[in-house]
Antibody
Framework: EVQLVESGGGPVQPGRSLRLSCAAHELKFENFAMHWVRQAPGKGLEWVAGISWDSGRVGYADSVKGRFTISRDNTQNSLYLQMNSLRPDDTALYYC??????????????WGQGTKVTVSS | YELTQPPSVSVSPGQTASVTCSGDNLGNKYTSWYQHKSGQSPVLIIY???RRPSGIPARFSASNSGNTATLIISGTQAMDEADYYCQAWDSSTVVFGGGTRLTVL
């Protein structure tokens, strides 16, 4: 079964760091772009970051640019999100999502169950 | 870049629901649509304006022209009650609309 499994979430104090991971199962991970999307409590979906199939292109939401770094390891079928200088408004459920294509202009057709990040003192 | 959706839409069972998504020259970009039910992960229901992934019922369709993309749900069922989000790319970043809560009354 095609599956994405996120891990690494949890409670963290403001200003600290956290690294999220996403393990891909039963899919040709290296052929597709990947994304992190989050949903804060009571809010809508917000794209956080994306990375092309070959890591050649990356993009970030303005709200996380300079603080978060997306990366992938195609040999390990894994996606990562390094989150630094965390703020309370980064509190959200973070989803890993697979794109249909290699970068732009497609859609995200496989989603994980999400990992919860809570930033609070 | 911003995508604007109505916060809520109501529809009676069996009727047709329309959810709009507005953005500057949106018709020149590809739009995707997602269904998101409470406690579940989002589901892609439309991509590249009009294409349905396998397994998505044919009652879901969409269009995109000018400044507005529209998701159409024909013969709406109780199970279609959910939040719906449009999404597009702009300047190599992904943008989601604010979401529309579809209520099936």
């Amino acid at each position: 079964e095609v599956q994405l499994v996120e891990s690494g979430g949890g409670p963290v104090q403001p200003g600290r760091s956290l690294r999220l991971s996403c393990a891909a199962h039963e899919l040709k991970f290296e052929n597709f772009a990947m994304h992190w999307v989050r949903q804060a409590p009571g809010k809508g979906l917000e794209w956080v970051a994306g990375i092309s199939w070959d890591s050649g292109r990356v993009g970030y939401a303005d709200s996380v640019k300079g603080r978060f770094t997306i990366s992938r390891d195609n040999t390990q079928n894994s996606l990562y999100l390094q989150m630094n200088s965390l703020r309370p408004d980064d509190t959200a459920l973070y989803y890993c999502a697979k794109d249909i294509g290699i970068w732009e202009d497609y859609g995200m057709d496989v989603w994980g169950q999400g990992t919860k990040v809570t930033v609070s003192s | 870049y911003e995508l604007t959706q109505p916060p809520s839409v109501s529809v009676s069972p069996g009727q047709t629901a329309s959810v709009t998504c507005s953005g500057d020259n949106l018709g020149n970009k590809y739009t995707s649509w997602y269904q998101h039910k409470s406690g579940q992960s989002p589901v892609l229901i439309i991509y590249q304006d009009v294409r349905r992934p396998s397994g998505i019922p044919a009652r879901f369709s969409a269009s995109n022209s000018g400044n507005t993309a529209t998701l159409i749900i024909s013969g709406t069922q109780a199970m279609d009650e959910a939040d719906y989000y449009c999404q597009a790319w702009d300047s190599s970043t992904v943008v989601f609309g604010g979401g529309t809560r579809l209520t099936v009354l």
